[in-house]
């Protein structure tokens, strides 16, 4: 009896991964003069995010590729984002350059440990962990909410980089437009995301450090 050979790189939400990075890299490719554009590809890269898992779901697609494929978009394009940021806000360069490294270090680490631990998946969260890691990852409107808060912020800074929009009103001689009302309505979820890297990057070092000790205790 043969079994058929599926194809994983032509699975239909890899297909949509790779969308994401063409879409991307366009987008980047126009981040330097053309805004508009920019934002309107880099947000559709980021809202199909939220496309290939039900994709993957729906047509029992899911794959290791297809996870590590997803998170190394998000990973990369996020970081593309705030290497520019990080050129246009000169004062706040460092700022930018220690959330990539910590953006970066916290999801390697994670997907290293749950690899390591034997977990299905990286979004597996254990009881005996961080209950904010757990309802990060196990709910999915929390996720997206998150995800999306904190690369909208980015993108909003990004945007007042160019033009501040129409006022809205005026405070102390200060003009406050309404990207710079968006931009604080999402600035606390950034801050939200950003405390779930260093509480996932903590974890992550705990679970691995507790692996090394069970496999020289195994040697011992």
Same mark, same amino acid.
């Given at each position: 009896m043969s079994i058929k050979q599926e194809n994983i790189f032509l699975f239909v939400p890899n297909i949509i991964g /790779? *969308?994401?990075?063409i879409l991307a890299a366009i987008a980047l490719y126009y981040m330097p003069e053309a805004p508009i554009l920019c934002v309107a590809l880099y947000s559709i890269s980021c809202?199909?995010?939220a496309v290939d898992g039900h994709a993957a779901r729906y047509f029992n697609q899911c794959s290791k590729f297809g996870a590590v494929l997803d998170m190394v978009t998000d990973r990369c394009t996020t970081t593309c984002l705030m290497c /520019?940021?990080?050129?246009? /806000?000169? *004062?706040w360069s460092l700022l930018f350059q220690f959330l990539i490294s910590l953006d970066? *270090?916290?999801?390697y680490l994670h997907m290293y440990s749950s690899l390591s631990s034997g977990v299905s998946s990286h979004k597996v969260i254990s009881k005996k962990q961080n209950f904010i890691l757990r309802a990060y990852y196990s709910n999915n409107n929390v996720l997206f909410l998150i995800c999306a808060g904190n690369e909208l912020f980015f993108i909003l800074l990004y945007i007042l980089a160019f033009n501040t929009g129409p006022e809205v009103l005026s405070i102390a001689g /200060?003009?406050?437009?309404l990207i710079h009302i968006l931009a604080l309505l999402?600035?606390?979820?950034?801050?939200?995301k950003q405390i779930i890297n260093c509480i996932q990057f903590?974890?992550?070092a705990k679970t691995l450090a507790k692996i090394d000790l069970e496999e020289r205790l195994k040697k011992s």
């Open positions: /790779y *969308s994401r990075v809202l199909l995010d /520019y940021l990080a050129q246009v /806000y000169t *004062s970066l *270090s916290s999801h /200060y003009s406050i437009c999402t600035f606390p979820i950034c801050a939200i903590e974890g992550a």
